[in-house]
């Protein structure tokens, strides 16, 4: 049931940060944020006062294979229902279910998996889509990915997934010097899908060819693609170097150290470059051994590995990740807040109804103390976690 509600506290809206800020809420939308005093009307009957942290719009993960012993490629409705409950603690408000390299079959079964659910309905944090990582990429750029499922993109196959997808492919990773990968990208751009390049050895040639076909994005940026050379810029010198796509990074401080992070957004700025998680299921679970495609993977502190080091995926969460590009790489919160929810939101086309809190956006909205703990989220709305009540931190 959709609630009349309130919030007041700093609101972080329009760039900055407002203090005495208020956001109103109505059936499912925004009705105001601004300052407080320029309200005109009566105030909802609840009122939640934010005396410390912020009011922010609800973060958008592009990129998040599962979390709290969950994975979108388990196929099940179990598993995606578990996922998005458990984003809600860290923020995200939408989500891209994300696979990886697998066989057809399995692959096959996420999709239709995925597809279901959103026909059903998710209990928290919303599937704006899918997110089709591999199995198309380059067997050197592999990454925590099994090389026996990698494949050729041929036409057949795109379009076998996006049928059985129902539509809902919102960012395909492609490796674009694979054979086959060009025409490929070009049908997936003509049909509205983000082509990203990642998981790829290509060189500043082929990538700037595939740009030309119709790549628009890049996957996690520095991680599983050609580095940067003052001789042969590669694939990370094509993200910068193309200034009107856009990116991903991982914000742990751990895929990339800090100071690159920083140099990144410096070339990107908050409109071009995507925080995202890269989340697997360790997340939220604690130091362990976990599964990742068949592979074991050891968690210790907040890093994820294979046996031989490979760093599998991430244990990071958006609220994190926004948190490490404030205190580590010096960038102002609204920015980094940006790259959590408008940035995702305008790389799906979705900004026109989310990753702002201003009045007709939906509202999905967070609430972060000074640490960047979530207190409470709202899909919609709908308060779906809230720290006080569970006794959980995010």
């Known amino acids: 049931m959709n609630q009349t509600i309130a919030l007041r506290g700093t609101v972080l809206a329009s760039g900055e940060e407002i203090e005495n800020g208020l956001v109103v809420v109505a059936g499912g939308t925004i009705q105001f944020a601004g300052k407080a005093d320029t309200y005109r009307e009566a105030l909802p009957a609840e009122v939640i006062e934010v005396a410390e942290g912020w009011i922010a719009p609800g973060f958008i993960d592009l990129h998040m ?15 995606l229902q578990e996922i998005s409950r458990a984003l809600t603690r860290f923020g995200v408000t939408t989500f891209l279910a994300t696979t990886m390299t697998a066989p057809y079959g399995e692959l096959e079964t996420a999709l239709e998996n995925i597809a279901q659910q959103k026909r059903v309905g998710l209990a928290g944090a919303q599937v704006a889509g899918i997110h089709l990582e591999g199995p198309w990429i380059n067997p050197r750029y592999k990454g925590a990915q099994k090389e026996e499922n990698i494949a050729i993109p041929t036409l057949d196959a795109v379009r076998h997934f996006y049928e059985k997808a129902e539509g809902l492919i919102k960012v395909v990773t492609i490796a674009p010097e694979q054979p086959e990968a060009l025409e490929a990208i ?11 390049a990642g998981h790829t050895g290509a060189s500043f040639a082929q990538a700037a060819e595939a740009v030309e076909a119709g790549v628009r994005h890049f996957t ?16 990370v010198g094509a993200a910068m170097y193309h200034e009107q796509l856009s990116t991903e990074l991982i914000a742990d401080g751990i895929h990339v150290h800090p100071a690159v992070m920083r140099i990144l957004y410096r070339v990107k700025t908050a409109e071009r470059l995507a925080l995202v998680s890269d989340s697997m299921r360790a997340a939220a679970m604690g ?5 990742l495609g068949g592979q074991e993977v050891h968690v210790q502190g907040q890093e994820a590995k294979l046996a031989d080091g490979t760093l599998a995926g991430s244990i990071l969460t958006l609220n994190r990740a926004v948190g490490n590009m404030v205190t580590l790489s010096g960038v102002p919160l609204s920015e980094a807040v940006e790259m959590a929810s408008l940035t995702p939101a305008t790389i799906l086309g979705i900004a026109d109804r989310k990753g702002r809190l201003a009045a007709g956006y939906d509202a999905d909205i967070v609430i972060l103390d000074k640490a960047f703990q979530v207190q409470a989220t709202f899909v919609a709305g709908q308060n779906v976690y809230r720290a006080r009540e569970s006794g959980e931190t995010a």
């Not at 070009?186 to 990203?196: E, T």
């Open 65 to 79: 294979h599962g979390i709290n012993g969950c994975d979108t490629m388990d196929g099940t409705p179990e598993s």
């Open 220 to 235: 996690h940026c520095f991680n599983a693609m050609t580095g940067l050379h003052h001789r042969e810029p590669g694939v």
């Open 287 to 291: 130091e362990g051994t976990y599964d």
């Open 186 to 196: 070009a049908w997936l751009k003509d049909r509205g899908v983000i082509v990203s």
